[in-house]
Every structure is written in structure tokens, then in C-alpha cells.
């Protein structure tokens, strides 16, 4: 795999990272504990390469990681 399919992988990722989120801005409130933080974590394999996402949501904010896992053993 070049630096482009990894580039690429990453694009892929951050695009599916990007409607998550504009999902979750969506939804309701009402979906949320006590604390009214909501935690979503998912994984995506694009192009041989293993995304992880998790997004965090608080009452005003939202967090997203992201990190892959492209080594080969």
C-alpha cells in the first residue's frame, strides 16, 4: 500500500467521521443518560487499512478521535 491508498483510507474515514457526526447533532437529546454525555465508537476497514472512531458528545461540545492501524506483520 503507497501513501496514497493511505491517504486516501484516511479521506474515506474522516468523510464517514463527518456524516456521523452531522447525524448525532441530529438526534435528540432525549437519548442520553443522566450525565448527558453520549459515547459512539466504531470501525471502518477502507483500503486494507483499519479506522477507529470514537465520538463523544457532551451538552455543548463534541469530541472525535481517530486513529488507524496500518502496520503489517
Not at 474515514?13 to 447525524?23: D, L
Not at 442520553?32 to 459512539?40: A, F, K, S
Request: proline share 1%.
Amino acid at each position: 500500500m503507497g501513501p496514497n491508498d493511505s491517504k486516501e483510507a484516511f479521506s474515506n474515514g474522516v468523510e464517514t467521521a463527518t456524516r456521523s457526526i452531522k447525524q448525532l447533532s441530529m438526534n435528540e437529546l432525549s437519548s442520553q443518560g443522566d450525565c448527558g454525555v453520549q459515547v459512539t465508537c466504531f470501525s471502518e476497514v477502507s483500503n486494507e487499512v483499519t479506522l477507529h472512531f470514537q465520538i463523544i458528545r457532551l451538552q455543548k461540545q463534541i469530541y472525535a478521535w481517530i486513529g488507524c492501524n496500518s502496520a503489517k506483520f
